[in-house]
């Protein structure tokens, strides 16, 4: 659903109205365009430990404008603040300061990361509360941003270094317009497992992905954006959908697979279709979901359990035949889509919420499952995002939900699946068991 206000107020005569009348102002959002730079402008990398010195080099090889101190009123393309070697408080100031002098340089839809350590492996009480302090000030830092700029931040293993293949794959996504709507959020590196692209427009080339749900809305913009990126695509969807599901799989030259997920039997069925369709399965997106809203003073028994059986229960035992599968143990990508109602809750949705964390609670638990053959699962939860469902919601409700985040406006289902794109390209193979929430940094809730 087109966001009528967002194109008024961005240009021209709207913009000027909304400013003086103190509304909210969206801007268009710098999305992924193949043949676009990664960066406009240039990059300012500030922090003066080793691992800052080596993310500048990198950046030099990428072809990036680097500096290492900015240059009066220069508009920046992005900061960069390498803070992974901070053991106390105190040490955040020097970085952290010396870089907001540079926010008010930031061109439109510029970005700003933090590359830091995680506070869980911290060796000491003060590196610990500096750690912590870095989530912080990064997700405050992302609330004051304007004109489409977005914070996010890497978190790193005490032995991972800050060019460690994961942690250079996730710096390039927050960079690219491909984290458009992804703002105030981590995404934590475990491990050196990964590596970056040889061609960055088709970093799944080779790859099978199946894809549930994909006949409409968020789950087709998944299977061409994975298409796009080199993949072969599986969609899957119930028979009832089966005219817009081969629309979809003929779409991206892919095969159409028609199945209700929640039959025992589904895992087998996928993989079946995959190797004997296209010889391999590397990539299994979970994107199926059913609402059945209600106050759960009124719920019954009938909306409950269905909204288990198909979000949640079904990918248990999806996973369990791929887990147990030997066509599934190259490297594997599973990716769930969650929702940030399984994070914050949201009224008259607590079927719908218990399904959704249940997601994030079994994507954390399989993490340690997949590990053995260099697997990784991850869970992407969106926020608002423009589709035919958030189209029926009434009109008072969906202004209020667009407009409650960071970036003022609703998402697309494109930014839900740029991000899947990447939790399923080699890049993000030291990531796993994490969440990352597209939801343009909701300002109210957890």
């Not at 000030?137 to 270094?161: F, P, Q, V, Y």
Request: proline share 4%.
């Amino acid at each position: 659903m087109t966001d009528k206000y967002t194109q008024l107020v961005s240009r021209g005569l709207g913009r000027d109205v909304a400013k003086k009348l103190g509304l909210p102002q969206p801007v268009q959002l710098r999305r992924y365009q193949p043949g676009a730079p990664l960066v406009t402008g240039p990059v300012l990398v500030s922090g003066d430990s080793a691992g800052a010195d080596d993310i500048a080099t990198t950046l030099l090889g990428w072809g990036l404008d680097v500096r290492r101190n900015a240059l009066p009123k220069e508009k920046l393309g992005a900061i960069i603040l390498v803070l992974d070697a901070v053991q106390h408080p105190g040490d955040l100031g020097k970085t952290v300061l010396a870089a907001g002098t540079s926010l008010r340089d930031l061109a439109a839809n510029a970005r700003v990361v933090t590359i830091s350590r995680t506070a869980q492996s911290a060796p000491t009480p003060a590196s610990a509360a500096a750690r912590q302090g870095i989530d912080g000030l990064l997700r405050s830092m992302a609330k004051e941003l304007r004109s489409g700029a977005t914070a996010n931040g890497i978190l790193l293993h005490d032995n991972l270094a800050t060019t460690s293949p994961s942690a250079l794959g996730a710096l390039r996504f927050f960079l690219s317009g491909r984290s458009a709507y992804v703002d105030g959020q981590f995404l934590t590196v475990t491990s050196t497992s990964g590596s970056l692209p040889t061609d960055s427009e088709r970093p799944l080339a080779g790859k099978v992905a199946v894809v549930t749900g994909a006949a409409r809305g968020i789950g087709a913009a998944i299977a061409r954006t994975l298409h796009r990126d080199g993949a072969t695509i599986v969609a899957v969807d119930i028979p009832a959908a089966g005219d817009h599901l081969a629309a979809v799989a003929n779409s991206v030259r892919g095969t159409a697979l028609q199945l209700d997920i929640s039959r025992d039997d589904a895992g087998h069925r996928i993989i079946e279709h995959a190797v004997e369709r296209h010889g391999r399965l590397d990539i299994v997106v979970h994107n199926a979901g059913i609402t059945r809203d209600r106050l759960l003073a009124n719920m019954d028994e009938g909306r409950w359990h269905s909204v288990i059986a198909v979000n949640i229960a079904a990918q248990l035992r999806i996973n369990e035949a791929l887990l147990a599968s030997e066509h599934f143990k190259d490297s594997s990508r599973i990716v769930s889509v969650a929702s940030t109602s399984g994070i914050a809750g949201n009224r008259g949705q607590t079927n719908y919420g218990a399904s959704k964390g249940g997601v994030i609670g079994m994507v954390r638990s399989t993490a340690a499952l997949m590990e053995p053959f260099g697997g990784t699962i991850n869970a992407v939860a969106p926020g608002f995002i423009e589709t035919e469902m958030t189209a029926k919601m009434p009109f008072a409700i969906r202004e209020a939900a667009r407009r409650l985040n960071s970036l003022k406006q609703g998402g697309q289902p494109q930014d839900v699946a740029e991000a899947i794109a990447f939790l399923a390209s080699d890049a993000a193979g030291g990531i796993s068991g994490d969440v990352l929430r597209v939801c343009g940094q909701q300002l109210v809730g957890a």
